[in-house]
Protein backbone atom coordinates (compact mmCIF):
# COMPACT_ATOMS: atom_id res chain seq x y z
CA UNK A 1 0.00 0.00 0.00
CA UNK A 2 1.56 3.15 -1.16
CA UNK A 3 1.83 5.96 1.40
CA UNK A 4 -0.04 9.43 1.04
CA UNK A 5 1.36 12.08 -0.82
CA UNK A 6 1.48 14.80 1.52
CA UNK A 7 -0.84 17.79 1.05
CA UNK A 8 -0.75 20.17 -1.37
CA UNK A 9 -1.20 23.67 0.02
CA UNK A 10 -1.97 26.59 -2.49
CA UNK A 11 1.03 29.62 -0.89
CA UNK A 12 4.69 28.81 -1.64
CA UNK A 13 6.62 26.65 -0.01
CA UNK A 14 8.06 28.44 3.81
CA UNK A 15 11.98 27.27 2.05
CA UNK A 16 11.57 29.44 -0.99
CA UNK A 17 9.93 32.72 1.56
CA UNK A 18 12.82 32.65 3.87
CA UNK A 19 16.39 33.00 3.24
CA UNK A 20 19.42 32.73 4.90
CA UNK A 21 20.16 35.53 7.33
CA UNK A 22 23.70 36.00 5.79
CA UNK A 23 22.65 36.09 2.26
CA UNK A 24 20.09 39.01 3.07
CA UNK A 25 22.89 40.74 4.84
CA UNK A 26 25.10 40.51 1.29
CA UNK A 27 22.73 41.94 -1.02
CA UNK A 28 22.24 44.72 1.29
CA UNK A 29 25.49 45.22 1.44
CA UNK A 30 25.93 45.44 -2.39
CA UNK A 31 22.90 47.94 -2.14
CA UNK A 32 24.57 49.89 -0.31
CA UNK A 33 27.93 49.92 -2.52
CA UNK A 34 25.88 50.00 -5.52
CA UNK A 35 24.31 53.52 -3.97
CA UNK A 36 27.18 54.70 -2.86
CA UNK A 37 29.48 54.76 -5.86
CA UNK A 38 26.40 56.46 -7.69
CA UNK A 39 25.91 59.13 -5.52
CA UNK A 40 29.52 59.67 -5.48
CA UNK A 41 30.12 59.59 -9.01
CA UNK A 42 27.18 62.50 -9.27
CA UNK A 43 29.17 64.56 -6.26
CA UNK A 44 32.42 64.12 -8.57
CA UNK A 45 30.62 65.25 -12.02
CA UNK A 46 29.24 68.34 -9.80
CA UNK A 47 32.52 69.12 -8.73
CA UNK A 48 33.75 68.54 -12.19
CA UNK A 49 30.90 70.73 -13.59
CA UNK A 50 31.70 73.73 -10.73
CA UNK A 51 35.55 73.73 -11.02
CA UNK A 52 35.35 74.34 -14.66
CA UNK A 53 32.53 76.81 -14.69
CA UNK A 54 33.48 80.39 -16.01
CA UNK A 55 32.50 82.09 -13.01
CA UNK A 56 34.69 79.66 -10.65
CA UNK A 57 37.99 80.62 -13.06
CA UNK A 58 36.80 84.29 -12.72
CA UNK A 59 36.97 84.11 -8.70
CA UNK A 60 40.15 82.09 -8.60
CA UNK A 61 41.68 84.55 -10.54
CA UNK A 62 40.45 87.62 -8.76
CA UNK A 63 41.81 86.07 -5.29
CA UNK A 64 45.15 85.20 -7.32
CA UNK A 65 45.62 88.88 -7.81
CA UNK A 66 44.28 90.15 -4.70
CA UNK A 67 47.06 87.87 -2.86
CA UNK A 68 49.67 88.95 -5.74
CA UNK A 69 48.93 92.67 -5.04
CA UNK A 70 49.58 92.10 -1.50
CA UNK A 71 53.07 90.26 -1.98
CA UNK A 72 54.10 92.96 -4.38
CA UNK A 73 53.22 95.82 -1.74
CA UNK A 74 54.90 94.07 0.97
CA UNK A 75 57.83 93.51 -0.96
CA UNK A 76 57.79 97.05 -2.01
CA UNK A 77 57.55 98.04 1.71
CA UNK A 78 60.92 95.93 2.61
CA UNK A 79 62.31 97.40 -0.38
CA UNK A 80 61.45 100.69 1.24
CA UNK A 81 62.60 99.73 4.24
CA UNK A 82 65.85 98.31 3.21
CA UNK A 83 66.55 101.43 1.13
CA UNK A 84 65.98 103.95 4.10
CA UNK A 85 68.59 102.05 6.48
CA UNK A 86 71.05 102.32 3.82
CA UNK A 87 70.44 106.35 3.63
CA UNK A 88 70.06 106.10 7.41
CA UNK A 89 73.77 104.58 7.68
CA UNK A 90 75.43 107.12 4.92
CA UNK A 91 74.09 109.79 7.07
CA UNK A 92 76.17 108.86 9.90
CA UNK A 93 79.15 108.45 7.34
CA UNK A 94 78.71 112.23 6.22
CA UNK A 95 78.27 113.17 9.96
CA UNK A 96 81.53 111.54 10.46
CA UNK A 97 83.08 112.96 7.60
CA UNK A 98 81.97 116.53 7.97
CA UNK A 99 85.31 117.10 10.51
CA UNK A 100 87.95 116.00 7.94
CA UNK A 101 86.23 118.09 5.05
CA UNK A 102 85.76 121.02 7.29
CA UNK A 103 89.69 121.31 7.29
CA UNK A 104 89.58 121.70 3.42
CA UNK A 105 90.69 125.23 2.11
CA UNK A 106 87.97 127.43 1.41
CA UNK A 107 89.56 128.12 -1.88
CA UNK A 108 89.14 124.19 -2.93
CA UNK A 109 85.88 123.28 -4.52
CA UNK A 110 86.33 119.92 -5.66
CA UNK A 111 84.39 118.49 -2.90
CA UNK A 112 80.77 118.38 -2.71
CA UNK A 113 79.26 115.69 -0.27
CA UNK A 114 75.34 114.64 -1.07
CA UNK A 115 73.50 111.52 -0.87
CA UNK A 116 71.65 110.57 -3.79
CA UNK A 117 68.67 108.81 -3.33
CA UNK A 118 67.50 106.30 -6.01
CA UNK A 119 68.06 102.49 -6.42
CA UNK A 120 71.45 102.26 -4.60
CA UNK A 121 71.67 104.93 -2.04
CA UNK A 122 75.45 107.04 -2.36
CA UNK A 123 77.29 108.78 -0.45
CA UNK A 124 79.82 110.81 -3.28
CA UNK A 125 82.63 113.07 -1.94
CA UNK A 126 83.05 114.54 -5.53
CA UNK A 127 82.75 114.11 -8.95
CA UNK A 128 84.49 110.38 -8.96
CA UNK A 129 84.58 109.39 -5.37
CA UNK A 130 81.31 107.43 -3.64
CA UNK A 131 80.59 105.32 -0.84
CA UNK A 132 77.72 102.89 -1.46
CA UNK A 133 76.42 100.04 0.99
CA UNK A 134 77.20 96.29 0.07
CA UNK A 135 74.25 93.92 -0.93
CA UNK A 136 74.28 92.81 2.93
CA UNK A 137 73.32 96.48 3.88
CA UNK A 138 75.92 96.06 6.21
CA UNK A 139 79.29 97.04 4.93
CA UNK A 140 80.58 99.84 3.38
CA UNK A 141 82.12 100.05 -0.21
CA UNK A 142 84.38 102.93 -1.21
CA UNK A 143 85.02 103.06 -4.96
CA UNK A 144 85.89 105.90 -7.33
CA UNK A 145 85.74 106.04 -10.92
CA UNK A 146 88.81 106.14 -13.16
CA UNK A 147 90.06 105.94 -17.23
CA UNK A 148 90.16 102.25 -16.41
CA UNK A 149 87.30 101.69 -15.00
CA UNK A 150 85.82 101.70 -11.59
CA UNK A 151 87.83 100.46 -8.69
CA UNK A 152 87.40 99.96 -5.16
CA UNK A 153 89.28 101.64 -2.71
CA UNK A 154 88.07 100.11 0.54
CA UNK A 155 85.64 97.89 2.02
CA UNK A 156 84.30 97.30 5.75
CA UNK A 157 81.57 97.43 7.98
CA UNK A 158 83.55 99.41 10.61
CA UNK A 159 83.05 103.32 9.45
CA UNK A 160 85.96 104.19 11.17
CA UNK A 161 87.93 102.60 8.44
CA UNK A 162 86.11 103.97 5.70
CA UNK A 163 86.67 106.91 7.57
CA UNK A 164 90.02 106.72 7.64
CA UNK A 165 90.58 106.21 3.67
CA UNK A 166 88.05 109.07 3.06
CA UNK A 167 90.87 110.98 4.25
CA UNK A 168 93.57 109.78 2.83
CA UNK A 169 91.45 109.92 -0.59
CA UNK A 170 90.55 113.42 0.16
CA UNK A 171 94.57 114.41 1.24
CA UNK A 172 95.53 112.59 -2.04
CA UNK A 173 92.89 114.89 -4.49
CA UNK A 174 94.43 117.66 -2.71
CA UNK A 175 97.91 116.73 -3.83
CA UNK A 176 97.06 116.08 -7.55
CA UNK A 177 95.23 119.64 -7.27
CA UNK A 178 98.26 121.06 -6.19
CA UNK A 179 100.16 119.26 -9.47
CA UNK A 180 97.77 119.95 -12.00
CA UNK A 181 97.89 123.72 -11.01
CA UNK A 182 102.10 123.73 -10.65
CA UNK A 183 102.08 121.98 -14.02
CA UNK A 184 99.72 124.89 -15.72
CA UNK A 185 101.87 127.14 -14.39
CA UNK A 186 105.01 125.81 -15.83
CA UNK A 187 103.36 125.10 -19.14
CA UNK A 188 102.72 129.01 -18.97
CA UNK A 189 99.41 128.77 -19.53
CA UNK A 190 98.52 130.36 -16.10
CA UNK A 191 101.61 132.72 -16.10
CA UNK A 192 99.98 134.47 -19.65
CA UNK A 193 96.92 134.84 -17.96
CA UNK A 194 98.40 136.32 -14.88
CA UNK A 195 100.37 138.73 -17.03
CA UNK A 196 97.40 139.77 -19.76
CA UNK A 197 95.58 140.14 -16.65
CA UNK A 198 98.15 142.59 -15.51
CA UNK A 199 98.85 144.79 -18.36
CA UNK A 200 96.64 147.62 -18.81
CA UNK A 201 95.63 148.05 -22.06
CA UNK A 202 96.75 151.59 -23.95
CA UNK A 203 94.20 153.15 -26.23
CA UNK A 204 94.54 152.82 -29.49
CA UNK A 205 96.63 156.26 -31.35
CA UNK A 206 94.34 158.58 -33.57
CA UNK A 207 96.40 157.29 -37.12
CA UNK A 208 95.46 154.12 -36.41
CA UNK A 209 91.95 155.15 -36.08
CA UNK A 210 92.20 157.10 -39.33
CA UNK A 211 93.85 154.31 -41.38
CA UNK A 212 91.09 151.69 -40.08
CA UNK A 213 88.50 154.00 -41.44
CA UNK A 214 90.18 154.25 -44.76
CA UNK A 215 90.56 150.78 -45.41
CA UNK A 216 86.76 150.52 -44.38
CA UNK A 217 85.57 153.24 -47.42
CA UNK A 218 88.16 151.39 -49.74
CA UNK A 219 86.42 147.83 -48.95
CA UNK A 220 82.98 149.84 -49.35
CA UNK A 221 83.40 151.43 -52.60
CA UNK A 222 85.19 148.54 -54.59
CA UNK A 223 82.45 146.66 -53.09
CA UNK A 224 79.55 148.59 -54.65
CA UNK A 225 82.24 148.97 -58.04
CA UNK A 226 82.18 145.26 -58.02
CA UNK A 227 78.19 145.16 -57.94
CA UNK A 228 77.74 147.74 -60.02
CA UNK A 229 79.80 145.71 -62.81
CA UNK A 230 77.76 142.90 -62.03
CA UNK A 231 74.32 144.78 -63.05
CA UNK A 232 75.83 146.09 -66.29
CA UNK A 233 77.31 142.82 -67.51
CA UNK A 234 74.00 141.51 -66.81
CA UNK A 235 71.93 144.16 -68.75
CA UNK A 236 74.36 143.69 -71.84
CA UNK A 237 74.07 140.27 -71.63
CA UNK A 238 69.97 140.26 -71.74
CA UNK A 239 69.96 142.98 -74.72
CA UNK A 240 71.96 141.28 -76.67
CA UNK A 241 70.85 137.34 -76.34
CA UNK A 242 67.42 137.70 -75.37
CA UNK A 243 65.92 140.62 -78.51
CA UNK A 244 62.51 142.45 -78.14
Not at 47 to 72: S, Y
Not at 217 to 232: K, M, T
Not at 238 to 244: D, E, G, H, K, V
Request: proline share 5%; glycine share 6%; aromatic share 8%.
Amino acid sequence: MEDPLPAQTDGPRPSLLRKPTTERLSVAAAAEDVSGRIDSGRIDSGKGATEHRPEHRTATLAVALRRARVENAEHSAALADLRAAEIVRLELLADALAPVLAQVPEDVDIFDVAIAHGERPRLFLDQIGFVEMDRDRRTYRFLQDTRHGRITLCESADMDEIVDAATNYVAHRLIEREKALAIDYASGGAARVLREAGVEKKPAPSWEKAYAAFLFFIEFVGSAAFFGLLAVIAMWAYRTYLPA
